[in-house]
């Protein structure tokens, strides 16, 4: 049972516009939520974090927004760069020293 | 600062033999994890070791086991290995008094089982 899901295998985005990365869950005791980058033989590393009390954190070009009636989170990439083609990786804890881990999407961004 | 380092990169076994991967963490960083990713999955937590002690464990059966020596660093030892085996492995730390959900990954080892 997945607890955590990206239901997009894949996203292709053109350089300059919005990349929206989606993930649900289903575990109402998730109360912090982390976005990870992979390039390929390299190990995820740490983008953007979330927690339950707060609906939006920024970063840069990067945001994550958090609907938990929904259980939905998303990272928006603006504006979209080619180095920005990597798996990502929805993850969520409950503070259990323990993250879930989504299957990942790959993005590709297009010059 | 050095990142996370996991030895081999690859590691090629048949099915029945035994595997044993390596991790060092961050220095400074106390507790090691260890995930598997096999392929079109996420990743799936296996192990959490922190101050030598194993304190969690995914759901994963006693064949995966591992342990983590003095100097934080850990090891992850796969017993009688079967195909469905074949993932990449990855670690990370943390350093325990700093916010524990944001953690440091190796590179991993792809483990092929024959």
């Known amino acids: 049972d997945q607890q955590v899901k990206q239901n997009s295998p894949s996203l292709s985005v053109q350089e300059g516009r919005i990349s929206i990365l989606n993930c649900d869950y289903t575990n109402s005791m998730f109360d912090y939520f982390l976005w990870y980058k992979k390039y390929p033989a390299e190990g995820p590393t740490f983008l953007i974090s979330?927690?339950?009390?707060?609906d939006k954190n920024e970063d840069g070009r990067f945001t994550v927004f958090l609907n938990k009636s929904a259980k939905h989170l998303s990272l928006h990439i603006v504006p979209s760069q080619p180095g920005d083609s990597a798996v990502y990786f929805c993850a969520a804890s409950d503070w259990g020293n323990k993250l879930v881990f989504g299957a990942g999407t790959i993005l590709r961004v297009k010059s | 600062e050095a990142g996370v380092t996991q030895s081999p990169t690859h590691l090629i076994k048949t099915r029945g033999q035994q595997a044993t991967l390596r991790c060092s963490p961050i220095?400074?960083?106390?507790?090691v994890y260890w995930y598997q990713q096999a392929l079109g999955l996420g990743l799936q937590f296996l192990l959490w070791y922190d101050e030598g002690e194993e304190r969690n464990r995914g759901n994963f059966p006693p064949r995966f086991s591992g342990r983590q020596f003095p100097n934080y660093s850990s090891e992850l030892n796969v017993n009688a290995l079967e195909l469905e085996d074949s993932a990449l492995y990855l670690c990370?730390?943390?350093?325990?008094?700093?916010?524990?959900?944001?953690?440091?990954f190796g590179p991993g080892t792809r483990l092929t089982v024959l």
């Open positions: 990370a730390s943390i350093y325990r008094d700093r916010d524990p959900n944001e953690q440091f």
């Open positions: 979330i927690s339950s009390i707060k």
């Open positions: 220095s400074g960083h106390t507790s």
